[in-house]
């Protein structure tokens, strides 16, 4: 029997690849541009790291993440989201001390889920987390980063912006006792999950997808009614950076987010085109996880963006660059072996000069046509030949195979040629 893949845990082929890499491109552009810095911390951590930021009670910790005894005897996981490594790296290399921190990261996460169209048990994440700054200025630049984003992507259109606050931990603790006193009112319409968290955790009651335990969280108390003076006004400060910047959004105050370690800001972009998987990027505040996790107490905000429902997206949409079929931008050919090294040495000349440019050689036997076709298939742009007759003059033949006149032309002239060919690239 062939072995295959891990349930969950699927390849991304060459041509998915190629979207991945073009996604990955544009982010690292624009977080660039906002002066972030990466961050890359290990898949796998200590079990306690995320029953502690995550929270005990939630689906995550009790029921999706892979955990296991290493050798010493250690209980390890794989991390099933990012955040919680990224604080703990900030807090043990000292990060956080009196300076503020702008960090991204990518990666893959794991979570032992039913796999489905745009969810899987290994996924990837990318996201943004930044450190020190409690005004909701902050909070708004992320969003409006977020924004951004989709509008380089082309899929602005397609996404809708939900936003709340969950308050402070004082309003929690008061609309905790509102929501309970509903919910147990209402406890046998709930659905079983939902029944069973009304005391261990009733804010997720509202993350709940059962149809009608949703149809009777329409009547639930609103957790905006619950907010402390100073939740309110820096929530209404967000909204109001939002809407001098033109990003729209709807107010929806039953998103809660599945993490225990939200407060005030919470936010998802959401898309209506891959019907029950739609959330394509999350995220929030935490100012108390980095205490939490027995750092000094600082404020934090940030986001995640799942890849695989992105890419998944801009694929529904057909938003991607048609280059990205092409395998090679220059393909070249020789008409015998005598010009094989000149051929080699163009190649390199090339590659040297204009990196960016991807470059094919043929190599092994075949006629003429024969490589022709091989050159079509691989999509470049451009074939170059070298012929006895181009050997003799240090020539080569200048083939457009898109449409255009063949040339022949000096090996210089055939290097500016292939200079000009991806100067706007998006390929690093």
Same mark, same amino acid.
């Given at each position: 029997?062939?072995?295959?893949?891990?349930?969950?845990?699927?390849?991304?082929?060459?041509?998915?690849?190629?979207?991945?890499?073009?996604?990955?491109?544009?982010?690292? +552009?624009?977080?660039?541009?906002?002066?972030?810095?990466?961050?890359?911390?290990?898949?796998?951590?200590? @079990?306690?790291?995320?029953?502690?930021?995550?929270?005990?009670?939630?689906?995550?910790?009790?029921?999706?993440?892979? $955990?296991?005894?290493?050798?010493?005897?250690?209980?390890?996981?794989?991390?099933?989201?990012?955040?919680?490594?990224?604080?703990?790296?900030?807090?043990?290399?000292?990060?956080?001390?009196?300076?503020?921190? &702008?960090?991204?990261?990518?990666?893959?996460?794991?979570?032992?889920?039913?796999?489905?169209?745009? +969810?899987? +048990?290994?996924?990837?994440?990318?996201?943004?987390?930044?450190?020190?700054?409690?005004?909701?200025?902050? /909070?708004?630049?992320?969003?409006?980063? @977020?924004?951004?984003?989709?509008?380089?992507?082309?899929?602005?259109?397609?996404?809708?912006?939900?936003?709340?606050?969950?308050?402070?931990?004082?309003?929690?603790?008061?609309?905790?006792?509102?929501?309970?006193?509903?919910?147990?009112?209402?406890?046998?319409?709930?659905?079983?999950?939902?029944?069973?968290?009304?005391?261990?955790?009733?804010?997720?009651?509202?993350?709940?997808?059962?149809? $009608?335990?949703?149809?009777?969280?329409?009547?639930?108390?609103?957790?905006?009614?619950?907010? !402390?003076?100073?939740?309110?006004?820096?929530?209404? =400060?967000?909204?109001?950076?939002?809407?001098?910047?033109?990003?729209?959004?709807?107010?929806?105050?039953?998103? *809660? =987010?599945?993490?225990?370690?939200?407060? &005030?800001?919470?936010?998802?972009?959401?898309?209506?085109?891959?019907?029950?998987?739609?959330?394509?990027?999350?995220?929030?505040?935490? /100012?108390?996880? *980095?205490?939490?996790?027995?750092? =000094?107490? !600082?404020?934090?905000?940030?986001?995640?963006?799942?890849?695989? +429902?992105?890419?998944?997206?801009?694929?529904?949409? /057909?938003?991607?660059?048609?280059?990205?079929?092409?395998?090679?931008?220059?393909?070249?050919?020789?008409? $015998?072996?005598?010009?094989?090294?000149?051929?080699?040495?163009?190649?390199?000349?090339?590659?040297?000069?204009?990196?960016?440019? &991807?470059?094919?050689?043929?190599?092994?036997?075949?006629?003429?046509?024969?490589?022709?076709?091989?050159?079509?298939?691989?999509?470049?742009?451009?074939?170059?030949?070298?012929?006895?007759?181009?050997?003799?003059?240090?020539? *080569?033949?200048?083939?457009?195979?898109?449409?255009?006149?063949?040339?022949?032309?000096?090996?210089?002239?055939?290097?500016?040629?292939?200079?000009?060919?991806?100067?706007?690239?998006?390929?690093?």
């Amino acid at each position: 029997m062939n072995i295959q893949a891990v349930r969950g845990m699927p390849d991304v082929l060459p041509a998915d690849a190629a979207r991945w890499g073009y996604v990955e491109h544009q982010v690292r +552009r624009l977080f660039a541009s906002y002066g972030l810095v990466q961050i890359r911390t290990p898949i796998v951590e200590d @079990t306690g790291l995320f029953a502690r930021s995550i929270g005990d009670v939630t689906d995550i910790v009790e029921k999706e993440m892979y $955990s296991f005894e290493d050798r010493s005897g250690e209980s390890l996981t794989l991390r099933p989201e990012l955040t919680a490594g990224v604080v703990r790296a900030a807090i043990e290399h000292g990060l956080l001390h009196n300076q503020t921190q &702008r960090l991204w990261y990518q990666g893959p996460a794991f979570r032992y889920e039913r796999p489905q169209k745009g +969810r899987y +048990r290994q996924f990837h994440q990318i996201g943004v987390e930044c450190f020190g700054i409690a005004d909701a200025m902050m /909070d708004a630049e992320l969003i409006e980063l @977020t924004d951004r984003l989709w509008r380089v992507l082309g899929i602005r259109d397609a996404v809708t912006l939900q936003l709340n606050s969950i308050g402070s931990l004082e309003a929690r603790h008061r609309y905790r006792e509102a929501l309970v006193t509903f919910l147990e009112h209402h406890r046998d319409g709930l659905d079983v999950d939902s029944q069973a968290r009304i005391q261990r955790n009733p804010m997720r009651v509202l993350d709940s997808k059962d149809p $009608s335990t949703q149809q009777i969280l329409v009547d639930a108390p609103s957790i905006l009614d619950a907010l !402390t003076d100073e939740d309110r006004s820096h929530f209404d =400060r967000l909204c109001k950076a939002l809407n001098d910047a033109g990003v729209p959004f709807v107010i929806n105050d039953r998103l *809660v =987010r599945g993490l225990d370690y939200y407060g &005030r800001t919470v936010f998802e972009w959401t898309t209506d085109q891959l019907g029950a998987q739609g959330t394509v990027c999350g995220g929030g505040r935490y /100012d108390g996880l *980095v205490a939490h996790l027995g750092g =000094r107490s !600082t404020p934090g905000v940030g986001f995640a963006i799942g890849v695989e +429902r992105l890419v998944l997206l801009m694929e529904t949409l /057909d938003v991607f660059p048609d280059e990205l079929v092409r395998d090679c931008d220059v393909y070249l050919m020789m008409q $015998s072996a005598d010009a094989e090294p000149a051929l080699r040495r163009l190649a390199a000349s090339i590659r040297e000069t204009a990196p960016d440019v &991807r470059v094919l050689t043929h190599i092994g036997d075949g006629s003429l046509k024969s490589q022709l076709k091989k050159a079509d298939k691989s999509g470049a742009l451009v074939g170059l030949i070298i012929g006895q007759e181009e050997l003799l003059h240090d020539q *080569v033949q200048l083939k457009p195979l898109r449409g255009g006149e063949s040339q022949t032309v000096s090996h210089a002239d055939a290097i500016a040629y292939c200079q000009q060919l991806r100067k706007a690239s998006w390929i690093i």
